[in-house]
């Protein structure tokens, strides 16, 4: 394909989605230097910022080879060329692998905090570690009106947290930011050095975020102070899953990792494909999506290969699970069923567009968003469609159900509550900016980010 035929603003949607460069040079059939000289025009054009720019353009530090077929850079342990896809020779053993920056500042362990109330409060990407995407609370049955909206500096994909009366969220301009739950006044913010599209987990009264300057981060969720870091190799755009005193977390290298939560050693690494997706968890079983176009189940404690499907695209999204199945959704427009035990597949439905984003499971449906501005709702038992609904434009941030609601956000700049049981539109609200971040309930307030740099409490 032609540098001149692709269409600048398809190209700009899929680097607000945090679309890989490798997955982004496969899409529009380009090489590693006619991605860099379309990136250098959009960032003449001020369609992306210098830290986009630098985050896509410039290869990691520590990159072992340069490919001869293409140009580009990747690591000296890699199999494949990032750029082209060329086979670079066999994967080699790992002798370094990234190590804690820095040592607990306050207390030891896993957090600052000695109220009990706070080490119990836990608040997770998707609602759970099975990704479901359910919350049990009332959500915004009825809209009132917008209650507050914080602007930052950059695009904000981050879904928030909501803990301690206060809604943790990051932004493209690489801050981590602390707003009151009830006024949207700023309580703290953190800067990194890059984009933070991660959707932070809450834990024993601490942050935990990936960011794109290769660190998964923990800081006091009080008063936003780092009390440690864990180098990864590449960008951290998944969310960490927190569980038995570990920390799981994928990186853009294509590594999921197991960290010690205590003493902040690797437990184990497992190596696929560039992941955005964050882990699922349900029993002993941690799974997956990756760009490599396969879905994974590991073994939690040993990282080790269970099974795996794979599917005919790219996978961005993270898998939602029940304990009998696990739904993902797929580059290729499908959405997958698989036995959590076996990996053997289900169902498979055809959405005929790319679906990027999450699926949510609840009420016995699995709710599925596309590129063509589509709404699913599938039987989880049959994989049959029992309704859809249209949005203007793309959808790729990931459903949230609640109260018999489903919550999701549109490239068209609006986010659309259904009935989960008809499809009935129930109300709709109109942003300034296309909303790629998943929807946050709790019992009076649902809360997202937006292209527009706010971040917007509705209730």
């Given at each position: 394909m032609s540098v001149k035929t692709i269409d600048a603003k398809d190209l700009v949607k899929d680097i607000r989605a945090n679309l890989m460069p490798v997955a982004i040079m496969e899409k529009y059939g380009v090489s590693r230097g006619e991605f860099n000289f379309l990136l250098k025009k959009l960032l003449e054009a001020r369609a992306i910022s210098q830290s986009q720019f630098d985050q896509l353009h410039s290869p990691p530090a520590g990159w072992g080879f340069q490919c001869a077929k293409c140009g580009a850079k990747g690591e000296s342990n890699v199999d494949r060329c990032p750029g082209c896809g060329s086979r670079v020779g066999q994967q080699r053993e790992e002798k370094n692998l990234p190590h804690i920056d820095e040592r607990p500042k306050v207390g030891s362990g896993p957090g600052t905090y000695t109220d009990a109330a706070l080490e119990k409060t836990v608040c997770l990407y998707r609602g759970s570690l099975d990704r479901a995407g359910f919350y049990n609370v009332k959500g915004v049955r009825q809209l009132s009106g917008l209650n507050w909206k914080f602007k930052t500096q950059g695009w904000v994909s981050s879904t928030p947290a909501v803990a301690y009366r206060t809604v943790y969220f990051g932004s493209w301009d690489g801050k981590l930011y602390a707003v009151d739950l009830e006024t949207g006044d700023l309580r703290w913010e953190y800067q990194s050095q890059g984009p933070i599209t991660s959707s932070p987990a809450?834990?024993?009264?601490?942050?935990?975020?990936?960011?794109?300057?290769?660190?998964?981060?923990?800081?006091?969720?009080?008063?936003?102070?780092?009390?440690?870091?864990?180098?990864?190799?590449?960008?951290?755009?998944s969310s960490p899953a927190i569980r038995a005193g570990s920390i799981y977390i994928g990186s853009a290298d294509g590594s999921m990792w197991a960290i010690d939560l205590k003493s902040?050693?690797?437990?184990?690494?497992?190596?696929?494909?560039?992941?955005?997706?964050?882990?699922?968890?349900?029993?002993?079983?941690?799974?997956?999506g990756s760009y490599d176009g396969a879905l994974y189940c590991l073994n939690l404690a040993t990282g080790t290969i269970i099974w795996e499907l794979k599917?005919?695209?790219?996978?961005?999204?993270?898998?939602?699970?029940?304990?009998?199945?696990?739904?993902?959704g797929s580059w290729d427009g499908h959405a997958y069923a698989v036995d959590v035990e076996?990996?053997?597949?289900?169902?498979?439905?055809?959405?005929?567009?790319?679906?990027?984003?999450?699926?949510?499971?609840?009420?016995?449906?699995?709710?599925?968003?596309?590129?063509?501005?589509?709404?699913?709702?599938?039987?989880?038992?049959?994989?049959?469609?029992?309704?859809?609904?249209?949005?203007e434009d793309a959808i790729s941030s990931s459903p949230a159900t609640a109260f018999f609601s489903v919550y999701v956000g549109s490239a068209d700049n609006s986010l659309y509550v259904f009935d989960v049981n008809t499809g009935k539109p129930k109300w709709k609200f109109q942003a300034e900016g296309g909303i790629n971040s998943a929807p946050m309930l709790t019992d009076t307030t649902v809360i997202f980010g937006s292209d527009d740099g706010y971040v917007y409490a509705l209730g």
């Open positions: 809450v834990c024993y009264g601490n942050i935990f975020f990936g960011s794109a300057d290769g660190r998964m981060v923990v800081l006091n969720a009080k008063e936003g102070k780092e009390i440690w870091a864990y180098r990864v190799s590449g960008p951290a755009p902040g050693s690797t437990k184990w690494r497992f190596k696929s494909g560039g992941i955005a997706s964050s882990a699922a968890i349900v029993r002993d079983k941690l799974c997956f599917t005919g695209g790219p996978i961005s999204g993270t898998p939602a699970m029940t304990e009998q199945i696990c739904v993902i076996t990996g053997e597949l289900v169902w498979k439905f055809s959405s005929r567009s790319k679906i990027q984003g999450a699926p949510a499971v609840a009420y016995g449906k699995a709710f599925v968003g596309n590129s063509d501005g589509k709404l699913h709702c599938i039987d989880i038992k049959t994989g049959q469609e029992t309704w859809r609904q249209s949005t």
